[in-house]
Structure formats: structure tokens, C-alpha cells
């Protein structure tokens, strides 16, 4: 833990990228929600980019409530309409993206992250092919100075998400692909081009 917490201090790329990994992980998210995420700290420009695994709609109930039927002596359940679902997934996703930017800024005690770019992925099964599909759904790139002067209490998360220029469909549970503000590089440095 002291050689992490040296190397984070040092703001050394692989230091500053455990203890970001170590802030996603411990976040607490219902059952049945995806705690996947990959993330690349690049030293020169102090952003870290995050590509953050997002719930798909079939990852959130749809009960709304039970009761108790005295004359039947069963319980009558009622679930939520598909446009209250829709509201409460597109909100869902915004928080979560919101909440993400938080506990990393938050936790940058040494400066080390000047700006967050945040890729939201949801795999799901695309209902026009019937195969699984990964798709971006949201992405946002904020700098830590904007972002913290949020107040996050009193903000209404999709107005404060675009706000910010964050990019995503009007109706994300249409899990409609958006590009990326900025990915992860997955070229090997190591190579080079004869």
C-alpha cells in the first residue's frame, strides 16, 4: 500500500492508474450491475480516460410495488410503464457517469488529473439483429476545476451532464452508438513503422 501510495504521489503513470482502478472497484452498485472498466493515464496532458461499463436496461427492475390482497390472500404486484422505465434508466446512466467524475476528482489529492474523458459502454442485446452488442452511449471530457465547482446536490444530472458538452442521444435506453470524445490507445508503443 506505502509503494502505491509513493508511486501515486510521484505521479507515476502506473501509480496514478491503481489508485483510480482502486476508486472504481470500491464503488458500491446494485446486483446485476457491471463493474467493468478500463482506464489509460497519459502524463503529458494529466487526462485520464476512462471507458466505463454502463447497466443495459434489462439490468434494472421494473417493480414498482406489491400489495397485499386480503380478499384473494395474494400479493398483487404492478410495474413500472416503459416510458417511467425509460426516464428512470436514461437518469440511471447519468448519475452513474456523474458519480464516477466525482470519487476520481474527489480522490486526486496530489493534482494529478487535470481532466476526466469518461466513455459509458452498454452490452446489450440490439433488438433489431438479435446478437450482443457493445456500444458507446455517452462520453464526456471535464476538467477538474469545471467539474468541481458543480454542486452535485442540487443539480438535475442530464441538464448538468450537457452542461458540461457531454455527447449522448436524447433517449439513451435507445442505446444509440455515439463516437467517443477521446479512447484509450491500444497501439504498442514498442513497434515502430520500418
Known amino acids: 500500500i506505502d509503494e502505491r501510495?509513493?508511486?501515486?504521489?510521484?505521479?507515476?503513470?502506473?501509480?496514478?492508474?491503481?489508485?483510480?482502478?482502486?476508486?472504481?472497484?470500491?464503488?458500491?452498485?446494485?446486483?446485476?450491475?457491471p463493474q467493468d472498466f478500463d482506464l489509460e493515464y497519459i502524463p503529458e496532458t494529466k487526462?485520464?480516460?476512462?471507458e466505463y461499463s454502463l447497466p443495459a436496461p434489462e439490468h434494472l427492475p421494473r417493480l414498482k410495488e406489491v400489495k397485499y390482497v386480503?380478499?384473494?390472500?395474494?400479493?398483487?404486484?404492478?410495474?413500472?410503464s416503459d416510458s417511467e422505465m425509460n426516464k428512470l434508466y436514461d437518469d440511471a446512466l447519468y448519475q452513474i457517469c456523474l458519480r464516477a467524475l466525482h470519487e476520481l476528482f474527489d480522490s486526486d489529492d496530489v493534482n494529478a488529473i487535470a481532466a476526466i474523458s469518461?466513455?459509458?459502454?452498454?452490452?446489450?442485446?440490439?433488438?433489431?439483429?438479435?446478437?450482443?452488442?457493445?456500444?458507446?452511449?455517452?462520453?464526456?471530457?471535464?476538467?477538474?476545476d469545471e467539474f468541481l465547482a458543480i454542486n452535485l446536490q442540487n443539480v438535475?444530472?442530464?441538464?448538468c451532464f450537457k452542461a458540461m458538452k457531454?455527447?449522448?442521444?436524447?433517449?439513451?435506453?435507445?442505446l444509440t452508438p455515439v463516437a467517443p470524445v477521446l479512447t484509450i490507445s491500444r497501439e504498442d508503443k514498442r513497434f515502430v513503422a520500418s
Open 5 to 33: 501510495r509513493s508511486k501515486y504521489e510521484a505521479l507515476q503513470k502506473d501509480g496514478i492508474e491503481d489508485c483510480c482502478e482502486m476508486i472504481l472497484a470500491n464503488s458500491e452498485y446494485p446486483d446485476g450491475f
Open 47 to 50: 487526462i485520464l480516460i476512462v
Open 70 to 80: 386480503r380478499s384473494k390472500d395474494d400479493f398483487a404486484e404492478s410495474f413500472l
Open 118 to 144: 469518461l466513455n459509458g459502454w452498454v452490452n446489450s442485446v440490439d433488438k433489431a439483429t438479435g446478437k450482443q452488442a457493445n456500444a458507446c452511449v455517452l462520453s464526456i471530457q471535464v476538467k477538474k
Open 156 to 159: 438535475e444530472p442530464k441538464t
Open 166 to 174: 457531454g455527447i449522448g442521444s436524447s433517449k439513451l435506453h435507445s
